[in-house]
Structures are given as structure tokens and as C-alpha cells.
């Protein structure tokens, strides 16, 4: 089988693979990306994202795709209010179209992004299974159906359990102690008309030390909720998620005494719980040149989440794009100035999203998360 090779290849088409391609095509540079999904179809591409002025913005516009991303957005999800336990409303922030945070599906920015590429550039159904360096920047990546490429500059776009990162850094993602578990309620105002109210037109916390209930209402009449809870891996190991109807209970049974409008959120579910462990990597992350290999999203900089980690995974993307496109005949120079901004900026992020864990979680929640929407504002 004959090896063919790639100047810029993409591992992950995510968004910040798919944002680090199409700067690229932007600037006359063709990629390659490979994604393990047999198709863009392959699953859900999970919940609502608020785009941030100061790096999601950013990278979209570099992309050349702001009218398509203001075309998706979701009009008054950025609204947000925090309640107790008994459904008390603490704080009602309504969206006045002021906060720049505008909220889209996470599957309708990846597809502006794909539509936005060549044919040909995102190639489906590319597992990669092992890679290994040859030598002058170059490496070769094997695929789980044997086929092999070779890259002149190969980027780790592939998020959290990257294939790539250990060519640059021995680091692996720990659990925080910190497990999300995922619910959806459909056609919320006519089914579920108490919790939708309770809900209200975006984002709802409802947090108490330790645990607490998020739900965002999406396009579609859609709550999508994250019951947030800070346990051992060995109190979610205990949980049979296969069981739906058993997790369920287990779940709720953390929320006992809780308004029956919240806890509804979990056991009127319609769809099976997903337990989803929060894994970082080392607060600072950061690794020695390489030469012909860099990361970038959570590949790089996998921390807790914030509202924010796309946001980066795009600008990271971005921002390598740049790079290169300013340095066309100097790789090496490009990584450089590329991992010399990445470094600190994944520096202040980590320490911005463990402080939104905090007072999410905390001892003071939710009145640390309360005194943060009265200050300037989320970082």
C-alpha cells in the first residue's frame, strides 16, 4: 500500500481542527484532516455554545464566517438565573443583547465550518491507531485499516484522549473529582411547562456545595441539562448507566427535598443519563518544541469546563493559521511564535475555569456564582 503524503495534516474535525483548516484554505494553504467519525452525521454534536467576543469571534472572523455564525445564532439564550434549591429565584439576568456572548447549536457551527472547506479536505473514517516520527519534522501516521500517510507538520486536534500529544508531552488526563450527567427534556413548554418556566429563556443554575442542576434551553423547545455533582470515581463507577431507569433514580436521589420543577430535569429525562467524568490535564500544560508537531483545544489545554473551551479550541486554530500563513517557509519559526501565545493564554484560561468550577460548586455556591454575573462579567 503506497504512503502518500501531506504538508499540513489535521488530526480531528473538531472546531478547532475544522477553524485551523479553513484559515488555512483563507490564506491560499490547503490541510488535510483526518477524523475517526465515518461521517459528519455520525452522532449528536452536543449542546448550545456561547461564542465569546475575544477569541471565538475572533477566530470565526479570521474564517471569513461571521454572516454564517450571526445566521445560527440562537436569539435570547443569553439570558441567565440562578435558583436554590426550592426554585427560588436569586437572580434574573434577562438578555438584552449586550453581554457579546451569542449562543448557537455546537452542530450548526461545525457544519458552517464544513461547508466552508473543499471537498476532499475532511477525510471520514481515518482512526488513527499509531504514530511515529521519521526524522526532519516528518511523521507517520498509521489508520486502523492499515493505510499509512506521512505529514510535514501534523496538529493535534483531537481533543481530550489526543494520539498526538504524547509525541510532545507524557501528561494523560486526571479526574477532578467532578462528574456531569446529561439529560434532555423535549418539547419543553407543552410537556414540561413548570420546569421550562423555572428554566426560563437561557441558562438556569440552581447550585448548592457540592452538586447542583444546569440547564440551558436551546433551539427547538429544548432543555439540556448537566446535573453536576462532586463525587469519587467510585461512586460513579457504582452507577449502572446501562440501566437507565436505575440511574436515573440514583441521580435524583442526590436532589431528594429539592423543588419537583428542577429535580423533574433528571427523572423526566428523555434520554438515557450520560455520565460525563470531568478529566483536566496538569494546570500550565505546556511542552519543548517538537519539531513538526503541535496541539492545539483540548489536546492542549484540556481544563474544567467554563463556557469556554471551544472558544479556544477555535482561536487555537485560528491563531496556528496565522502563524503559519506568516511564516509559509518556516515551520519551526511558526510553532514557535504559535506556542509562545499559547502557553499563556491556556495558562490564564485554566486558572479562569477553575474558578467558575469553584462557584459553581464551592462552599459559597450559589452566591459566588451570583456575585460573578453582578461584577464585570464572566471571564
Known amino acids: 500500500m503506497n504512503t502518500s503524503h501531506h504538508p499540513i495534516v489535521i488530526v480531528g474535525a473538531g472546531l478547532g481542527g475544522l477553524t485551523l483548516a479553513r484559515v488555512l484554505h483563507v490564506h491560499g494553504i490547503p490541510s488535510t484532516i483526518y477524523e475517526a467519525e465515518p461521517s459528519a452525521e ?3 454534536q452536543g449542546g448550545q455554545l456561547d461564542i465569546h467576543r475575544d477569541d471565538g469571534q475572533l477566530a470565526l472572523e479570521a474564517a471569513g ?5 450571526r445566521a445560527i445564532v440562537h436569539d435570547g439564550a443569553e439570558a441567565s438565573r440562578v435558583l436554590d434549591q426550592h426554585g427560588t ?9 449586550t453581554a457579546g456572548r451569542p449562543e448557537v447549536l455546537r452542530g450548526d457551527l461545525r457544519r458552517i465550518l464544513l461547508d466552508s472547506l473543499p471537498d476532499q479536505v475532511v477525510q471520514w473514517g481515518r482512526k488513527v491507531t499509531d504514530v511515529q516520527p521519521l526524522g526532519d519534522g516528518r511523521h507517520e501516521l498509521t489508520f486502523a485499516d492499515g493505510s499509512t500517510v506521512t505529514s510535514g507538520l501534523l496538529v493535534g486536534a483531537d481533543g481530550a484522549w489526543s494520539k498526538i ?8 488526563p486526571e479526574y477532578i473529582g467532578t462528574t456531569f450527567v446529561e439529560t434532555y427534556l423535549y418539547d419543553a413548554d407543552k410537556r414540561h411547562p413548570a420546569t421550562a418556566k423555572a428554566v426560563g429563556d437561557g441558562a438556569m443554575y ?5 452538586k447542583g442542576i444546569v440547564a440551558h434551553r436551546e433551539a427547538g423547545d429544548i432543555l439540556h441539562t448537566y446535573v453536576e455533582l462532586n463525587r469519587p470515581a467510585e461512586w460513579i463507577a457504582g452507577i449502572d448507566f446501562t440501566d437507565a431507569a436505575a440511574a436515573t433514580a440514583r441521580v435524583a436521589a442526590e436532589f431528594d427535598g429539592w423543588a419537583p420543577e428542577l429535580t423533574s430535569l433528571i427523572t423526566d429525562g428523555e434520554t438515557a443519563p450520560v455520565s460525563r467524568m470531568i478529566h483536566t490535564l496538569p494546570d500550565g500544560h505546556r511542552w519543548d518544541r517538537v519539531p513538526g508537531v503541535t496541539l492545539l483545544g483540548d489536546a492542549a489545554h484540556l481544563m474544567p469546563p467554563s463556557g ?3 472558544n479556544l479550541a477555535m482561536f487555537d486554530g485560528a491563531e496556528l493559521a496565522k502563524a503559519i500563513a506568516a511564516h509559509p517557509d518556516d515551520i519551526e519559526a511558526a510553532l514557535t511564535a504559535y506556542e509562545e501565545a499559547l502557553f499563556p493564554r491556556s495558562e ?6 477553575h474558578e467558575v468550577l469553584e462557584l459553581c460548586l464551592g462552599d459559597r455556591a450559589p452566591f459566588g456564582l451570583i456575585d460573578l454575573f453582578n461584577g464585570p462579567g464572566l471571564p
Not at 206 to 210: C, D, K, M, S, V
Open 42 to 44: 455520525a452522532r449528536t
Open 65 to 69: 464566517l461571521t454572516d454564517e455564525f
Open 89 to 97: 429565584v436569586l437572580l434574573d439576568d434577562p438578555d438584552d443583547g
Open 165 to 172: 500529544r504524547p509525541l510532545l508531552s507524557d501528561a494523560r
Open 206 to 210: 440552581a447550585l448548592t456545595p457540592g
Open 308 to 310: 469556554d473551551g471551544a
Open 348 to 353: 490564564s484560561a485554566y486558572a479562569d475555569a
